[in-house]
T-cell receptor, first 111, second 111 residues
Framework: RKEVEQDPGPFNVPEGATVAFNCTYSNSASQSFFWYRQDCRKEPKLLMSVYSSGNEDGRFTAQLNRASQYISLLIRDSKLSDSATYLCVVNLAGGYQKVTFGIGTKLQVIP | DTEVTQTPKHLVMGMTNKKSLKCEQHMGHRAMYWYKQKAKKPPELMFVYSYEKLSINESVPSRFSPECPNSSLLNLHLHALQPEDSALYLC??????????FGPGTRLTVL
């Protein structure tokens, strides 16, 4: 089993739709969780950290489910500009160690 | 300001050349990273520096040589590369070993 797994997609959704991605992780001791967004031929940019209590930033909501070992990202009212690859990132050990990237989920919002 | 800068933006080099990639951040972050990213793949960790000391080397071939001259600067020295080393090289920094901020990358082509 991979340490961090994501559905690579692509997810093709119409503008205005709500879309959700999940990401599962294998190590129950994982400490920190993040969603990054990466546009084609650009660097990953931090979208949001994910907390046990869940967190929301505008149209974006992230949740952590420790019991089932997954994190989720919900995007409401999708915009064309949301088209990108969404990378799930997990710090398996904590501290100044490597983080592990999922393969990324590609989202294409269509007019 | 969460800016990490990288130079050059693009680099084309022959297999016998020696070149260096440069990364700079002035956010006081104590961890800095080099990643390699191939098309349609997630970033792949190469090296981690923590408090200016090399803390992780992910079994990277010796033709890649990292250097951290001070807390703001990270270099990657390249020598005798192979065409399969062509990729986007990303630098990142982190204040806490968790949240990472990426530079725009250097797109490297090895002929």
């Amino acid at each position: 089993r991979k340490e961090v797994e994501q559905d690579p997609g692509p997810f093709n959704v119409p503008e205005g739709a709500t879309v959700a991605f999940n990401c599962t992780y294998s190590n129950s001791a994982s400490q920190s969780f993040f969603w990054y967004r990466q546009d084609c031929r650009k660097e990953p940019k931090l979208l949001m950290s994910v907390y046990s209590s869940g967190n929301e930033d505008g149209r974006f909501t992230a949740q952590l489910n420790r019991a089932s070992q997954y994190i989720s990202l919900l995007i409401r009212d999708s915009k064309l500009s949301d088209s990108a690859t969404y990378l799930c990132v997990v710090n398996l050990a904590g501290g100044y160690q490597k983080v592990t990237f999922g393969i990324g989920t590609k989202l294409q919002v269509i007019p | 300001d969460t800016e990490v800068t990288q130079t050059p933006k693009h680099l084309v080099m022959g297999m016998t050349n020696k070149k260096s990639l440069k990364c700079e951040q002035h956010m006081g972050h104590r961890a800095m990273y080099w990643y390699k990213q191939k098309a349609k793949k997630p970033p792949e960790l190469m090296f981690v520096y923590s408090y200016e000391k090399l803390s992780i080397n992910e079994s990277v071939p010796s033709r890649f040589s990292p250097e951290c001259p001070n807390s703001s600067l990270l270099n990657l020295h390249l020598h005798a590369l192979q065409p399969e080393d062509s990729a986007l090289y990303l630098c990142a920094s982190s204040p806490d070993g968790d949240t990472q901020y990426f530079g725009p990358g250097t797109r490297l082509t090895v002929l």
